[in-house]
């Protein structure tokens, strides 16, 4: 008895037809394409979305390792604040004569910000049994042993002892600029100081104030310890500093401020550094609009907008800043 193919010929000329006509119909639905096979393989296979700004962020070694070692304990302090873990609202504040920056964080149920934690400035170079210097598994950001250096060494000052005699650096205040400035860019690899946050100094402020022989050149809150023009808060402190400030950016906060004061702007502070300005006009009134802000601030604890006139002054919310009077 002869074997009966004719079943299997009608399911084969079947499937062929159902084929045909599934290509027909993505050809035609994709708009006659010359390449309508590839076309219609990507209809069904969905592609990744590409990485977005944080995925790039957090994909540097430097920045795993700053969330490895304080993001657990950033969100504790972050929830005890009713903040939440990411924050989408940071701010900086640094005061040059106390030699602390504080971190803002936000919001809280009130809509404002809530103080996250404050950290001495780092402006010397330790001794090779001081790890503030260290990277978390004890290597310097440089590479090289502890015992090596892995910051910059002031240089010392006339007076300056190593007998034990008091070290006058501790008196001398750091050369940062002062300011109303915003963190410009993100850098996950600092080689010396293992991540930095560079802000958009010189602002419009600092350039009618000063000429450019007279200006820094750039300005960074960053880790290690050195006595420079930039913000140095420590290895442990820029790795929870520059995550707050990555995740309120990444969260849709556009820029992030950093305010940088000579010292507490009470009125006091204010009129004694008006007195030692002098017959400095546009000091004084640097000073002035400088406790204008700080006032600000500290009445809302809520970030507040900030522009510059042609002249260089600074203005809140869209209100002009005090001038300095004669």
């Known amino acids: 008895m002869r074997p009966n193919y004719l079943p299997a010929v009608l399911v084969i000329v079947a499937l062929v037809g159902v084929l045909a006509g599934t290509f027909i119909y993505f050809s035609r639905t994709l708009g006659g394409s010359d390449r309508p096979v590839e076309k219609a393989v990507a209809a069904f296979v969905r592609e ?40 989408s609202m940071a701010l900086l504040r640094v005061f ?51 015992q090596d250096g892995s910051s910059r060494a002031a240089p010392r000052s006339k007076g300056t002892d190593r007998g034990g005699k008091e070290d006058v650096r501790e008196k001398r205040i750091p050369p940062i600029p002062e300011g109303f400035y915003t963190v410009e860019r993100y850098f996950t690899k600092d080689f010396t100081y293992f991540l930095a946050l560079k802000l958009d100094y010189p602002n419009a402020a600092d350039r009618a104030r000063a000429p450019r022989k007279r200006r820094h050149r750039d300005l960074f809150v960053r880790g290690g310890c050195a006595f420079d023009a930039s913000v140095h808060v420590g290895i442990e402190g820029i790795m929870e500093v520059y995550l707050v400030a990555m995740e309120a950016h990444a969260a ?10 000579p010292t507490r702007m009470t009125p006091e502070a204010a009129e004694r550094l008006r007195a030692a300005a002098g017959r400095d006009r546009k000091r004084a009134a640097l000073y002035d609009q400088l406790r204008a802000g700080y006032a600000l601030f500290e009445a809302s604890h809520r970030p507040f907008s900030v522009a510059i006139d042609d002249r260089g002054a600074y203005h809140f919310d869209g209100t002009p800043a005090p001038a300095a009077t004669p």
Request: glycine share 6%.
């Open 48 to 87: 990744p979305p590409p990485p977005t700004w944080r995925d790039d962020q957090v994909s540097a070694p430097n920045v795993q390792m700053a969330i490895q070692q304080t993001a657990t304990a950033l969100r504790k302090r972050l929830d005890a604040l009713g903040v939440g873990y990411p924050p």
């Open 96 to 146: 040059k004569d106390e030699k602390v920056l504080e971190l803002w964080a936000g919001p809280t149920e009130e809509g404002s910000l809530a103080l996250l934690r404050t950290y001495p400035l780092c402006l010397e170079h330790h001794d090779p049994f001081q790890k503030a210097n260290q990277a978390p598994d004890g290597s310097s950001p440089r590479g090289r042993s502890a």
């Open 252 to 261: 849709g906060q556009k820029e992030v401020p950093v305010h940088i004061f």
